[in-house]
């Protein structure tokens, strides 16, 4: 091949490298864009030298781009490896841009109204839902208001010291009095709510009585609960059973709860009817301010791993269920996908996980438009799984990932392409300028 030609390949493959180069700039803020590279090589046609060619122009699939904060719960960066499966009118496409939000359906969508994919919930009488594996479908979102739902148990945890004072529990005619501090050791409040999503605050009074035996004392909105309202599963004659199998007395509202000399509380020695062991403590509505129309409050109190060490007394777990009624309010996205719906009453509701899509090989992919890429049989099908599953990465909420474009890399590369082209441009008019030699001899 002459000079002239070898030149001019130059030129053509040196104009491909300034136009690989300007695209990743001009796409060093986009997200999910990967850094493209023009692969050169020689040719040859027997012993004859013909120049040069770009053999192949390679995505960096391997460098993680910028994660950029926002703040927006439906920007979703992916911290290592996989792809957003997104459907685009019946083709799957694929993406690192994670730039998602509702659409009027309040379907999960990219900026091009694509369809984020992953797995969908299901729901059975009522219970909570469950991811559904293995089916893909399109992320969507349940809207609607969530029902108040009554509190069905409080779980205390905690340590009730054993150098406490012994206190003895006020009798006939003596009225135990929550403002009088001497009457007790320690006291515990917890937010419940009726059926009606009402707040109230079951105030638990804990009085040392005696060696290794404490009583518990209940109050719901500051009146006390009697010993009609307050019942008890797994009875024996005289006798009540609670939690973990420890046993105490019912005596007008009061629970007495042993420990052994370990600090551990006692199972009860008695025919225990009950499995769950556990104490339902009853209100009927009209008593303890209770709105009127809402269901009778029935709730069992756990004391699952409480102790009496010498240490101070302390709470290591005091919660209730139930909640109040609440308003749709956002979304939430979990690192491993889960996506949930939130609501003005602190409550979320599972809607569906993201998944991530792997290839055998990411650089048989066919690049498309809008940051989105397809299989091909080069890249082989996809496979689907959970975020932080296998090789996947987890998933960012709150952020999304921007392009892998090394702007300094870039620059540096824009003017070596440009010296080469000049170069090359000298080639031609030195081949040139020897032509005219050649022919003005002639």
Not at 104 to 121: M, S, T
Not at 338 to 350: P, Q
Request: proline content about 2%; hydrophobic content about 35%.
């Amino acid at each position: 091949m002459s000079m002239f030609n070898i030149g001019l390949s130059g030129l053509k493959s040196t104009q491909t490298g300034l136009e690989v180069t300007s695209n990743n700039i001009a796409n060093s803020g986009t997200a999910g864009y990967k850094n493209n590279t023009a692969e050169f090589a020689a040719v040859y046609n027997g012993s004859q030298r013909g120049g040069v060619k770009v053999a192949n122009v390679k995505e960096d699939f391997v460098t993680g781009g910028e994660i950029v904060r926002t703040g927006n719960a439906l920007d979703i960066a992916i911290d290592g490896q996989g792809f957003f499966a997104i459907s685009e009118n019946g083709r799957t496409a694929y993406t690192q841009a994670g730039q998602f939000q509702l659409d009027n359906d309040l379907n999960i969508v990219n900026a091009n109204g694509g369809k984020l994919q992953g797995f969908g919930v299901s729901q059975v009488d009522g219970g909570d839902p469950t991811i559904v594996p293995g089916v893909l479908t399109d992320l969507k979102i349940e809207a609607s208001n969530i029902e108040a739902q009554a509190s069905t148990n409080i779980n205390f945890n905690g340590n009730l010291s054993s150098s406490s004072d012994v206190i003895a529990y006020p009798t006939a005619p003596a009225v135990f009095d929550p403002k009088d501090g001497s009457q007790y050791n320690f006291s515990q409040s917890t937010e419940v709510f009726d059926s009606l999503g009402n707040s109230h605050v079951m105030t638990q009074y804990f009085n040392h009585t005696g060696s290794n035996e404490w009583q518990a004392m209940f109050f719901l909105d500051g009146k006390p609960l009697t010993q009609g309202q307050l019942s008890a599963l797994g009875a024996t004659t005289g006798t009540q059973a609670i939690d973990d199998g420890a046993g105490g007395s019912i005596n007008a509202g009061t629970i007495t709860l042993n420990f052994d000399t370990d600090g551990q509380m006692v199972p009860f020695s008695g025919d225990l009817t009950a499995v769950d062991l556990e104490v339902p403590i009853t209100s009927t509505p009209g008593n303890a301010e209770i709105t009127s129309g809402a269901a009778a409050l029935n709730i069992a109190l756990k004391f699952d791993g409480t102790t009496q060490f010498g240490s101070s007394f302390s709470v290591n777990e005091n919660d209730a269920n139930g909640y109040t009624s609440g308003a749709f309010s956002g979304v939430k996205v979990e690192d491993d996908g889960r996506v949930f719906a939130t609501f003005t009453n602190g409550e979320s509701k599972l809607q569906g996980q993201v998944v991530l899509a792997s290839f055998a090989n990411v650089d048989g992919l066919e690049q498309g438009s809008n940051t989105v890429w397809y299989q091909t049989e080069e890249s082989g099908s996809a496979l689907y799984g959970e975020p932080e599953s296998g090789s996947l990465g987890k998933l960012l909420s709150g952020s999304f990932m921007g392009s892998n474009v090394d702007i300094s890399e870039q620059l540096v590369g824009l003017m070596s392409f440009q010296q080469n082209y000049q170069a090359n441009a000298k080639t031609i008019s030195s081949a040139d300028e020897m032509m005219q030699i050649l022919f003005s001899n002639t």
